[in-house]
């Protein structure tokens, strides 16, 4: 069933949402206050480097923040309904449903003592009126959906029975069991080899297509962002330091960071056997993070000012903005070379 809403209407809308785990160490503040909304039938990607941010933060959407971690201040709101006050049953009603979640590793996300089919029926069975028959005819147009040949044959078989690839294809045959309007993939390709990426990523924007549904891909691979995805936010130490289309990202980038994850990308097309740039320096320390800019300590363009202040969000564009002093710096010398 396709989700018939007005592609231009807003499902999601994150606001200044705040993610920390509090240990022995200290707080940790894993997502500082980010903001961003997406469309149905829109795809967004959301990449950095590990630690940056990009997982938890999805997991609040889903209301799975793992312990000792929790959501400590902002708002998600999923149709306009406000996921950060839903009591556990009403975001269980959610989860699997509405929002469905693939999540990184396809060798570990199956429960090996059930049968595949038996996985995705337990879904069916919590979130749809499907009598058993039916719920076995739904289990098979989803293996054919992505792709299992034998359908009929392969639900019910065990998880060590699949290769990694098709137990990827599970698990997204089991986050699309409900028709969700938003599926969020967490690093979906990262176990698996370049030929099936290669295949899951079709399968994704087929599917995204098919049935209008909004995606958030989560991945530290821009190679892979740029296949999928409509727009893309950039995350660095718990904050989105640039977002924009995915033309912005790709050909007029602003943020040090995202040229810095462009220039480490091998580029196949090139007859010169360019030197890949690695990014200099360590991510920072969330429990005790730099009092500017958190990207200023490995920047190659910091000032004075990174050092010492948090810096505004710069507007490119309605949709394109950077959060840099470097573009306030660009403004102001442009306005002196005015006068």
Known sequence: MENTKNKNDILLNVDEL???????????????????NLEYGEAMGIVGESGSGKSVSSYALMGIVPEPGKTVSGSITFEGREITTMSEAEILKLRGKEVGMIFQDPMTSLNPVFTVGNQIDESLKKHTDLNKDGRKQRI???????????PEKRLKQYPHEFSGGMRQRVMIAMSLACNPKLLIADEPTTALDVTIQAQIIELLKDLKDKINMSIIFITHDLGVISEICDKVAVMYAGNIIERGK????????????????????????????????????????????????AFAPRCEHCMSVCMENVPPVYSMDSQHEVSCWLMVKEEYEKEVAEI
């Open 140 to 150: 098979i147009e989803l293996f054919e959906l992505v792709g299992i040949n034998q």
């Open 18 to 36: 705040e993610v920390s785990f509090f240990t022995h160490a200290g707080e940790v503040k894993a997502v500082r206050k980010i903001s961003y």
């Open 246 to 293: 995915i033309d912005d990202i790709f050909y007029n980038p602003k943020h040090p960071y995202t040229l810095g994850l462009l220039k480490s990308i091998p580029k196949i097309n090139s007859d010169e056997h360019e030197r890949l740039i690695p990014i200099e320096g360590n991510p920072v320390d969330l429990i005790n993070p730099p009092k500017g800019c």
